[in-house]
Nanobody
């Protein structure tokens, strides 16, 4: 059974930083590429970043302008998302996902429950 559990979401002020974590079960961590998405009410889920099965390749959407960094901790089966220079428009429910493809062609198959990030001005 695929298990993805996000944590780290909280309220933060504009310009601040936050690091999200996703605990992944061992079998999934060793078999799938991983990614981060976010969603606000009334809008489609938005792709943010993905990292390949082998951590040498990662990709974040250009619209983030380099503010977010995705990494995977192989020793702890954990996916991380470092978010810097946060803006109010970054407010959303953030999801961890496991899926197929490379970092630039990531296709999500499994989802966590999400963690809420709120950025206040």
């Amino acid at each position: 059974q695929v298990q993805l559990t996000e944590s780290g979401g909280r309220a933060v002020q504009t310009g601040g930083s936050l690091r999200l974590s996703c605990a992944v079960d061992g079998r999934t961590f060793g078999s799938y590429a991983l990614g981060w998405f976010r969603q606000v009410p009334g809008k489609e889920r938005e792709f943010l970043c993905a990292i390949g099965l082998f951590a040498g390749t990662s990709h974040c959407t250009d619209s983030l302008e380099g503010r977010f960094i995705i990494t995977r901790n192989d020793a702890e089966n954990t996916l991380l998302l470092q978010m810097n220079k946060l803006k109010p428009e970054d407010t959303a429910l953030y999801y961890c996902s496991a899926g197929l493809g490379a970092a630039r062609t990531f296709s999500a198959r499994y989802w966590g429950q999400g963690t809420q990030v709120t950025v206040s001005s």
